[in-house]
C-alpha cells in the first residue's frame, strides 16, 4: 500500500511569488489533515478535509493560504503571495477514521523556503 | 485548550545506553497520546499510541511508553539505544471528541554517540 505523498520535497521561491503544494492520501483514506512546522517550532495543524469538505480550517494562518481538494481525492494548498514568515516544513496526514483515537499517516513533508 | 510540553530539545545518549524522552501533557478527560518519529529525510513515523487499557505500550523498533495519569506525562523509553535511533521524536495528543487535530510537542532531538 503506498503511502502520503507529498510534491515537491522542496521549493524555493522568492517573496510575493505564489506557490502550489500537493498532497496525494493513502487510498480509501476521507480524512486529509494539512499541518506545518515552521523552524524549531511545534508541529501546528492548519485544517482538515472529510472527503471534499472543510472540516476544520481553523489552523489556516490567513487569506493567503487556500486549501482545495478536488473530488475528495489529492489536495493542494496554495500560498498567494508568499512572505518570509511562510517559510517551514509543510506536512500533509490522511487517516481511515474520524474521531477519538484516529491514526494519521504523514507524509515526508514539503520543506518551502520563502526569500 | 490542549498542549503538549517536551522539555528536552537535546539529548545525546552512547550507542547501547537506555534512552528516555519525555513529555507532559494538557487535555481533556481523556487524552490520545501518540509518539511520532523523524528521521533525516524522511516523514513523521508512528512508532506507538495510547487508547485505553495497559498503561505501558509497546511500540515498534523496541520502543515503550507509559502513560501516567497523575502526572499527565507519556514518557518514551528505549533500553537499550542503536545509531539509527538518531532522529527527532514528537509527542502527540488528540484527536478526542469532535476535535481531529493533533496537538504536538516541539520535538527531542536525539544524537547517538558511538
Known amino acids: 500500500e503506498a503511502g502520503v505523498t507529498q510534491f515537491p520535497s522542496h521549493s524555493v521561491i522568492e517573496k510575493g ?3 502550489t503544494l500537493r498532497c496525494d492520501p493513502i487510498s480509501g483514506h476521507d480524512n486529509l489533515y494539512w499541518y506545518r512546522r515552521v523552524m524549531g517550532k511545534e508541529i501546528k495543524f492548519l485544517l482538515h478535509f472529510v472527503k471534499e469538505s472543510k472540516q476544520d480550517e481553523s489552523g489556516m494562518p490567513n487569506n493567503r493560504f487556500l486549501a482545495e481538494r478536488t473530488g ?6 496554495k500560498v498567494q503571495p508568499a512572505e518570509l514568515e511562510d517559510s517551514g516544513v509543510y506536512f500533509c496526514a490522511s487517516s481511515q477514521r474520524t474521531g477519538g483515537g484516529n491514526e494519521q499517516y504523514f507524509g515526508p513533508g514539503t520543506r518551502l523556503t520563502v526569500t | 485548550a490542549q498542549s503538549v510540553t517536551q522539555p528536552d530539545i537535546h539529548i545525546t545518549v552512547s550507542e547501547g545506553a537506555s534512552l528516555e524522552l519525555r513529555c507532559n501533557y494538557s487535555y481533556g478527560a481523556t487524552p490520545y497520546l ?3 518519529v523523524q528521521s533525516p529525510g524522511q516523514g513523521l513515523q508512528l ?8 498503561t505501558l505500550v509497546q511500540g515498534i523498533k523496541g520502543f515503550e511508553a507509559e502513560f501516567k495519569r497523575s502526572q499527565s506525562s507519556f514518557n518514551l ?4 539505544v542503536h ?9 502527540a495528543v ?6 481531529y487535530k493533533l496537538s504536538f510537542g516541539a520535538g527531542t532531538t536525539v544524537t547517538v554517540r558511538a
Do not use: I
Open chain 1, 17 to 19: 511569488q505564489t506557490v
Open chain 1, 72 to 77: 475528495g481525492t489529492y489536495s493542494t494548498l
Open chain 2, 34 to 36: 501518540f509518539w511520532y
Open chain 2, 47 to 54: 512508532l506507538l499510541k495510547y487508547f485505553s487499557g495497559d
Open chain 2, 77 to 80: 523509553r528505549k533500553p537499550s
Open chain 2, 83 to 91: 545509531w539509527s535511533d538518531a532522529a527527532e521524536y514528537f509527542c
Open chain 2, 94 to 99: 488528540g484527536p478526542w471528541s469532535n476535535d
